[in-house]
Nanobody
Framework: QVQLVESGGGLVQTGGALRLACAAS????????MGWFRQAPGKEREFVEA????????GYADSVKGRFTISRDNAKNTLYLQMNSLKPEDTAVYLC?????????????????WGQGTQVTVSS
């Protein structure tokens, strides 16, 4: 069984930064691609960024291009999301997820384990 636990969310002003972390249990973290998604109140869950098993390839949504950066530390079984230049429209619950293969994907149906999420609120 894989468990994913997010941390690092909080309240920040427009233009601020936060770094989210996702701690994964299990020995096979390094074998799988990982992703970050977010869900705002009343909206569908949307893809944010993904990273391959080695960290050698990443993918991101246009809305976060140039502002967010995904990374991973396989030795620590941890996934990160550095969020800079935050905007009020970035306000959402951010969830990390594990994909069932080692290549990246944007479709949430291609991820089999999910964390419970961490709240990010950006004030204007």
């Amino acid at each position: 069984q894989v468990q994913l636990v997010e941390s690092g969310g909080g309240l920040v002003q427009t233009g601020g930064a936060l770094r989210l972390a996702c701690a994964a249990s299990g020995r096979t973290f390094s074998s799988y691609a990982m992703g970050w998604f977010r869900q705002a109140p009343g909206k569908e869950r949307e893809f944010v960024e993904a990273i391959s098993w080695s960290g050698g390839r990443t993918g991101y949504a246009d809305s976060v291009k140039g502002r967010f950066t995904i990374s991973r530390d396989n030795a620590k079984n941890t996934l990160y999301l550095q969020m800079n230049s935050l905007k009020p429209e970035d306000t959402a619950v951010y969830l990390c997820a594990r994909r069932f293969t080692n290549t990246i994907a944007t479709n949430q149906r291609e991820y089999d384990y999910w964390g419970q999420g961490t709240q990010v609120t950006v004030s204007s």
